[in-house]
């Protein structure tokens, strides 16, 4: 089993920028595929990026691509979502997510472990 904890978030104005790191205990987090989702006020859970296992490919929602990286540093167990050019529709409660298997695509049922989410709100 693996523990995640995010953090990092915060309130920025638009056009900002911030980084989200998710810290894993318990487990070796190399070994885990990790997404970050994001849920605003009265709307569905939803995908922002993944990172595979190991040395990790990459996945975008399109609505992030270009602005939003993710990185993993695997000797920390920690997993970021860098945050540029943020803009009022990102503000949501971000998490992070684990499952120790390779990249499964975008959907939350592909993944077992959660983090407790972190508040991100962009001001216009």
């Known amino acids: 089993q693996v523990q995640l904890v995010e953090s990092g978030g915060g309130l920025v104005q638009a056009g900002g920028s911030l980084r989200l790191s998710c810290a894993a205990s318990?487990?070796?987090?190399?070994?885990?595929?990790v997404g970050w989702f994001r849920q605003a006020p009265g709307k569905e859970r939803e995908f922002v990026g993944g990172?595979?296992?190991?040395?990790?490919?990459?996945y975008y929602a399109d609505s992030v691509k270009g602005r939003f990286t993710i990185s993993r540093d695997n000797a920390k167990n920690t997993v970021y979502l860098q945050m540029n050019s943020l803009k009022p529709e990102d503000t949501a409660v971000y998490y992070c997510?684990?499952?120790?298997?390779?990249?499964?695509?975008?959907?939350?049922?592909?993944?077992?472990?959660w983090g407790q989410g972190t508040q991100v709100t962009v001001s216009s």
């Open positions: 990172v595979n296992w190991g040395a990790g490919s990459t």
């Open positions: 997510a684990a499952d120790r298997r390779p990249y499964r695509g975008p959907g939350l049922d592909n993944y077992a472990y």
């Open positions: 318990g487990r070796t987090f190399s070994d885990y595929a």
